[in-house]
């Protein structure tokens, strides 16, 4: 069974406050996006890994790869307007047949034991969503008041999110819509079952400043 990672890296950094994309600030001396990339890698040396990033950024990837040596195999595919028709552009350029996982690009903290959760479950079910139980009490907002829910009703998703790869594809077919905000939410609108796996609160999504210090502390003690 041939396996998949379409990396998702279109990041701007403009809530990590920084001129440089946020999937190119260092952890552990690396660009983010290399401990990403290097993660699938390891996990499957196979594995077909396709780098989803927007064009303006394919020259500076290029020049951070050559500056660090970085030549774990994967391909470059340009990104789209919105996160979902990159995850299309990705999804088109790979084959009908195998298994895909789905990634932020800025999440290079995955596990192994994750990744390959995730595909021994997407292989069997269809599809495997990486998620976490909340930790904090969550409120629900209605006009101007506010109610308490049991927070156990709810998880936290992460990624990867993995699909048989016949089965996601069909499901990008769909129209675009903006409640659209990640692969989960598009294979459940085309009609399929969406299965929950366990993640790990170690798999951060970088995001601001304060998860740039997290990951490079949990990078240190991993």
């Avoid at 600030?25 to 040396?45: R, S």
């Avoid at 340009?78 to 195998?98: A, M, P, Q, W, Y």
């Avoid at 595909?119 to 069997?124: D, L, Y």
Wanted: hydrophobic share 35%.
């Amino acid at each position: 069974m041939k396996n998949y990672a379409i990396i998702v890296a279109g990041g701007v950094g403009r809530r990590m406050g920084s001129d440089t994309p946020k999937q190119f600030l260092k952890i552990g001396g690396q660009p983010i996006l290399m401990h990403t990339i290097t993660a699938f890698y390891q996990y499957d040396h196979k594995m077909e890994i396709v780098l989803v990033l927007p064009h303006s950024h394919f020259s500076q990837w290029t020049e951070l790869s050559l500056m660090h040596d970085f030549d774990v195999p994967h391909c470059m595919v340009g990104g789209g307007s919105t996160r979902f028709h990159s995850v299309k552009n990705g999804l088109d350029s790979i084959g009908d047949e195998g298994t895909v996982a789905i990634h932020d690009g800025v999440r290079p903290l995955i596990e192994q034991e994750i990744i390959q959760n995730s595909f021994e479950v997407a292989n069997t079910k269809g599809n495997a969503i990486v998620s976490v139980e909340l930790k904090d009490s969550i409120r629900q907002l209605k006009g101007q008041r506010s109610n308490s829910v049991d927070r156990m009703a709810f998880r936290a998703i992460q990624t990867p999110q993995t699909f048989k790869v016949s089965d996601i594809k069909e499901a990008y077919r769909i129209e675009y819509q903006e409640s659209l905000t990640d692969d989960a939410s598009v294979a459940e609108l085309a009609g399929q079952k969406i299965n929950l796996i366990d993640g790990s609160y170690r798999n951060i999504k970088i995001t601001t400043s304060e998860d740039l210090v997290i990951a490079e502390a949990l990078l240190d003690n991993k």
